[in-house]
């Protein structure tokens, strides 16, 4: 007998990353957590610099349509050469609407920049870990290592308990979504398609809700969560 997994399997590509040998795998997991790094390191730029002020829903909105075009072109050019260069092509307006919408929150009190640290602590766990790299280490590993150090960081600096806890909330939900993320890519991504990997981190926020139908498919099929009659 075969009981199926609660959840559905991975969305699999042929030739992707997950089927090649250890060591290629290893090296796509670092250049694209690097790249996806760099990446907000440049949405650290444009949030210093002096970005027109909107108000958060507005920033928000652009910020869904940009991704939402992201998302459009993966649909619709998937498997062609040309995908991942558009969506190069999207993805600085993509970053400037994050600086924009990380703006607006900072305006409102709302700390969810210092998520950038969990983003750099795993940046370093991938550096450090070397040939025992393991998501599941990198998440809880970082998560602990970036949730003391806000702890410390708003313990010397004055903020109020609802900026420590929102300030720890982004942390923990950058970190949930980022790193099984880029667990998934792996099966969905072909080696040298890195930067492809980067964008999809930004427009898979959308892939929440097909996958939330993609588990409720399953559970029916598989009859899971079923009360026996």
Known sequence: MIVPNYVPDPIEIPGNVHLEPYFVRLQFIQRVNLLHVASLGLVGILYSANLPELPLLVSLGLLAGCLLALSVV??????????????????????????????????????????????????????????????????????????????FYAANNGWNHGEGAIGLAANFLFLSYSVYDRSMLMYRRRVGEEWAAVVDLYRDVFNVFGYLVRCVQHWRRHRIWVVPR
């Not at 050019?77 to 995908?83: D, N």
């Open 74 to 151: 993966r649909v619709s050019m998937r498997g062609g050469r040309s995908e991942v260069a558009v969506s190069l092509m999207v993805l600085p307006a993509a970053l400037a609407c994050v600086a924009l919408t990380l703006q607006a929150a900072t305006r409102l009190g709302w700390p969810i920049w210092i998520g950038g640290w969990g983003a750099a602590a795993t940046l370093l766990y991938a550096a450090l870990a070397g040939r025992d790299f393991s998501f599941v280490g990198q998440y809880f590993l970082t998560l602990i290592a970036s949730s003391a150090a806000i702890g």
